[in-house]
């Protein structure tokens, strides 16, 4: 097994290779480059890109990601939501505005809180939240980046 750290510099590395391999130009950024790990252009029509790339080796559609990312939105911030398959193929890549997490995520917390926990007491606020796409709505959804 590896780190955590080192699956989340994987998941970048694949995001942006299969960027590249699309023809839009890919730039991972430093480490301590707040909010994105990519920022992409797309040279033939001129749209730039800022990026967070999660990743996870859980098996099902699941990532971590902070409050933060509930108010953090905008028109071109997306992310790319690595999936690192066990059997070491090609990684399944899911690709959401941002705008969809953050609604996703306050939605999804809220209604966690709402209910107790196995004790029956109330649950207690903290600032991890998570992104789930079981239905595969976001799988492949490359056309973000091409149009």
Do not use: C
Request: hydrophobic share 30%; aromatic share 12%.
């Amino acid at each position: 097994k590896i780190s955590s750290t080192l699956v989340g510099v994987a998941g970048e590395y694949y995001a942006a290779a299969e960027l590249t391999r699309r023809g839009v130009n890919a730039s991972i950024t430093l480490r301590n480059t707040e909010s994105y790990d990519i920022i992409a252009s797309n040279p033939k029509n001129g749209k730039i890109f800022n990026i967070q790339v999660k990743t996870t080796t859980n098996k099902n559609n699941s990532w971590i990601l902070n409050e933060k990312s509930e108010k953090n939105a905008a028109k071109n911030f997306y992310y790319i939501l690595v999936k690192l398959n066990n059997d070491n193929k090609r990684p399944n890549f899911f690709i959401a505005p941002s705008k969809k997490v953050a609604e996703y995520i306050s939605n999804d917390h809220r209604e966690w809180m709402s209910g107790l926990k196995r004790d029956g007491t109330p649950r207690k606020d903290g600032t991890i939240r998570k992104f789930r796409d079981f239905k595969n709505k976001y799988l492949e959804r490359w056309k973000y980046f091409l149009r």
